[in-house]
């Protein structure tokens, strides 16, 4: 079920796989749907800010997704943890699904369930329609306020958390939107001691300690199911990386926060390698202690 974005009063959804239509009106307060370039926009007053991400990343991120070591390799894990604990779901949303790349792996791996994406920004959506085609529901969403009630099997937030100051009312909303028995994959960059200053030029508000998010999960009403580092392999090089960018800042010298996926080919080969090689333990039930990210999976209780 969805609610008014206006009013939050459940409503009846039109037929067919959108949630609405563009001359849609609440029964309960008369309010309609905003739509911009065919997109439902359902938290239109957020469109032009800067909360939490600079739309302006995606004509960059859209160019190194679906090559990039760190892109690729965090979809097949995604994807492997959603077959392996989901494997019947039908209704799957994506919280800040930017231009649908994780939504694409998806779509591959896992062609019979229904996706929806949502983003705060549509500039991030026009990208992911023309990937995904029909092949998904794009909402404009504040993931603060997600107006579904037992609407999705599974939701998933990835490298989203960190950009909200809010977080916890995330999760609970995330919570009332998933049916019985429904859960959820979220992850977030991890250690607070590796923040840098791509973190500040990403708009992080934070980076996890190994625990919160469980912690904050099991608060909104979680049973954590599986939680691993992710990006072990590579910890080593990515501190080297970080140390290097904040000496690099006392000199002066500013770095944009995708300078890290600005490689040469045969290095993003090299790494990729790697995390593969780490996807695949991971996949073959090692738990990583440390690592740049926390990756974990949870059931609604």
Same mark, same amino acid.
Request: charged share 25%; net charge neutral; aromatic share 8%.
């Given at each position: ?26 029964? &309960? ?43 690729? &390799? ?16 039908? /209704? ?37 329609? /023309? ?6 529901? !794009? ?30 009312? +995330?999760?609970?909303?995330?919570? +009332? ?34 625990? /919160? ?21 590579? !910890? ?23 300078? /890290? ?6 290095? &993003? ?33």
């Amino acid at each position: 079920m969805w609610a008014c974005p206006k009013c939050h009063s459940v409503t009846e959804a039109s037929e067919g796989r959108e949630p609405w239509s563009e001359d849609w009106r609440c029964q &309960n307060c008369g309010a309609g749907i905003e739509y911009r370039d065919g997109v439902a926009c359902l938290a239109p007053e957020m469109i032009d800010s800067l909360s939490g991400f600079d739309p302006q990343f995606f004509d960059i991120l859209v160019k190194y997704e679906e090559t990039s070591f760190w892109f690729v &390799n965090r979809a097949a894990l995604i994807t492997a943890l959603l077959a392996r604990y989901f494997p019947h779901a039908a /209704e799957l949303l994506e919280i800040g699904c930017g231009t649908g790349s994780v939504l694409m792996a998806i779509r591959k791996a896992m062609p019979r369930v229904n996706l929806t994406g949502s983003e705060l920004h549509p500039s991030g959506l026009i990208y992911a329609r /023309e990937r995904l085609a029909d092949g998904a529901t !794009l909402l404009q969403m504040d993931a603060r306020d997600i107006i579904a009630r037992s609407q999705f099997d599974v939701i998933g937030a990835f490298d989203v958390l960190e950009h909200i100051a809010e977080d916890e009312a +995330v999760m609970r909303q995330m919570h +009332v939107a998933l049916k019985p028995s429904g859960g959820v994959i979220v992850s977030v960059p991890q250690h607070r001691w590796l923040w840098s200053p791509a973190d500040d030029v990403a708009f992080h508000e934070r980076r996890y300690p190994r625990g /919160e998010m469980e912690r904050k999960l099991e608060a909104a009403g979680f049973r954590i199911l599986h939680s691993t580092s992710f990006n072990s392999l590579l !910890l080593p090089l990515m501190i080297a990386s970080r140390q290097m960018m904040i000496l690099r800042e006392r000199r002066g010298i500013k770095r944009d926060a995708l300078s /890290e996926f600005q490689m040469s080919g045969w290095l &993003n080969r090299v790494l990729s390698s790697v995390l593969r090689i780490e996807v695949g333990l991971t996949k073959a039930g090692i738990h990583w202690p440390v690592g740049g990210s926390r990756v974990v999976v949870a059931q609604k209780a």
